[in-house]
């Protein structure tokens, strides 16, 4: 093998040990925020923006979509935000719910 190319795998190998670093850390993170006394709405929140960080990461980095043309992103990007839409179409049903009763 020539050196170049032993450079170019430790830095992927660099950059995947970065991101299961920055993985561990964020389940830790959640495991923390399981603790807190919050409500349902602030715990749904903070689970599903720790969980979206941690989605990313993966796209990203494992799924190599940080190297992909910029309309694979953009797709993906308007499929997380109807993800996003559809998880709080019923959030904001229940608070006008509770707001009426």
Request: glycine fraction near 4%; aromatic fraction near 12%.
């Amino acid at each position: 093998m020539s050196s170049g190319h032993d450079v170019d795998i430790q830095s992927h190998i660099k950059v995947y040990m970065i991101v299961f670093a920055s993985l561990a850390v964020l389940t830790i993170v959640t495991v923390a925020a399981s603790y807190l006394e919050l409500s349902s709405g602030e715990a749904m929140f903070l689970a599903l923006v720790i969980a979206s960080v941690k989605g990313s990461l993966v796209a990203c980095f494992f799924m190599h979509l940080i190297s992909e043309k910029a309309f694979i992103t953009w797709v993906l990007m308007l499929t997380a935000g109807f993800f996003f839409v559809l998880m709080f179409l019923p959030l904001a049903t229940y608070i006008d719910q509770a707001q009426i009763g």
